[in-house]
């Protein structure tokens, strides 16, 4: 590059594209009466005691920095809360890292593993930030297909072939945004002995845990041998409802939680102290909200993948998270085409799959964290859509 090229934006920022959900929150902004299954987060409030913890913060003049690693009362009760959910021992002190969302654990993770060059294996479709991350951090992103033939799991013999000596970690996302997808225990046993073979660590996204229909969330680290080898992220901003409160976590062993909080400190110094004190309440009272809001959307899970399969949307069952991934081949037009006249036709807001990875072509991401009357309403739509667009 020449010294004084007139672009000042640095290559490697150049290299991630945009978001491809976020060019969608444009064109929704400008549309009046559009019913949005496009944006991933829940439709309801924070629990109210778990607000009012945050507000009880500020009115007792909780308004500080914390220790870089977080309140030490959090770090306990989300070490208490891993042991009995998942039977996992962590050490509050120096094997969990309060951070700005889940979203900056991730990023925390590829900075503090990943060497230049350093491949990271990441199933497609997958979580939109994986690829961005991994690049920022001078990684490069070896995608494994999944298949809806498969219910979108990620299989560990499609992972070995993709493992060369410069592969570093594993990306695992489940369940998954966008298709829904949870992985069995058997599943991820296999991965891990393939871990274990070649020496290999996994970075695990488990912030849709508490988000499963009929079936059991396997916490990777939970698994012989991975506690180990498995950087555990998770937050708050999914199961509690907590988007806007910017809370995550971090659990590993100690060097690597030690490498972490060494980047955060300079970065973050800590998360908002009002957050962290909401988010004590969350993970030691909220578990009946958040059993609540699970028997609601798995209320609508069962309207929209119904809905979406009379209307010649084909869509496998998801399982976990709070999106249907369904098929649009059928209409012949590819998954953006289909989301940008979606909404210009009929204002139904969905994100194309195309945004997830090159696998998730051919598929639309309907998210169902939104009401019932809504998700009919859209559905209703839909039908017209496609009905127009069928051959
Ligand atoms: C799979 C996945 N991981 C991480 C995040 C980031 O969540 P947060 O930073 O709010 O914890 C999201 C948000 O949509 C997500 O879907």
Not at 95 to 112: F, K, N, P, W
Not at 128 to 154: Q, R, S
Not at 206 to 212: A, C, F, K, Q
Not at 219 to 244: D, H, W
């Amino acid at each position: 590059m020449k010294k004084n090229d007139t672009n000042p934006i640095a290559q490697r920022v150049r290299q991630i594209p945009a978001s491809g959900i976020r060019k969608y929150f444009d064109l929704i902004a400008s549309l009046e009466g559009v019913i949005s299954l496009g944006v991933g987060e829940p439709d309801f409030a924070t629990p109210w005691h778990i607000s009012e913890a945050g507000i009880y913060a500020i009115e007792k003049g909780y308004t500080m920095y914390t220790s870089n690693y977080g309140l030490i009362e959090l770090r306990k009760a989300l070490a208490a809360h891993l042991r009995n959910r998942y039977g996992i021992t962590y050490s509050p002190n120096n094997q969990i890292l309060v951070t700005t969302g889940s979203s900056e654990a991730l990023d925390l993770a590829m900075r503090a593993i990943v060497n230049p060059g350093e491949e990271i294996i990441v199933p497609d479709p997958g979580y939109v930030a994986y690829m961005p991350c991994t690049v920022l951090a001078g990684g490069v992103v070896v995608p494994v297909p999944t298949f809806v033939e498969n219910d979108f799991k990620v299989r560990a013999e499609e992972i070995e072939k993709r493992i060369t000596t410069k592969t570093k970690a594993i990306l695992l996302g489940f369940p998954n945004n966008p298709t829904g997808a949870v992985m069995e225990r058997k599943e991820l046993e296999e991965i891990a002995e393939l871990v274990r073979r070649h020496d290999l660590y996994v970075i695990s996204d488990e912030i849709y845990d508490r988000l499963v229909y009929g079936v059991e969330h396997t916490c990777f680290a939970s698994l012989p041998g991975m506690q180990e080898r498995t950087i555990l992220v998770n937050g708050f901003s999914k199961a509690y409802a907590m988007t806007g409160w910017r809370v995550g976590y971090a659990a590993a062993r100690p060097d690597i939680i030690e490498a972490m909080m060494k980047v955060h400190q300079y970065i973050m110094m800590c998360t908002s102290i009002m957050s962290q004190m909401a988010a004590i309440e969350a993970v030691t009272s909220g578990e009946e909200a958040v059993r609540h809001m699970v028997a609601e959307y798995d209320r609508r899970r069962k309207v929209i993948v119904k809905g979406l399969n009379e209307i010649g949307l084909r869509c496998f069952e998801p399982r976990g998270a709070f999106y249907a991934f369904p098929s649009v081949k059928s209409t012949g037009l590819s998954s953006e085409e289909f989301a940008e006249r979606l909404l210009k036709e009929e204002k139904v807001a969905v994100i194309p799959g195309s945004a997830f990875g090159g696998c998730g072509e051919g598929y639309i991401r309907c998210c169902y964290a939104v009401s019932l009357p809504d998700i009919e309403e859209a559905l209703q739509r839909m039908r017209r859509f496609v009905e127009r667009h069928h051959g």
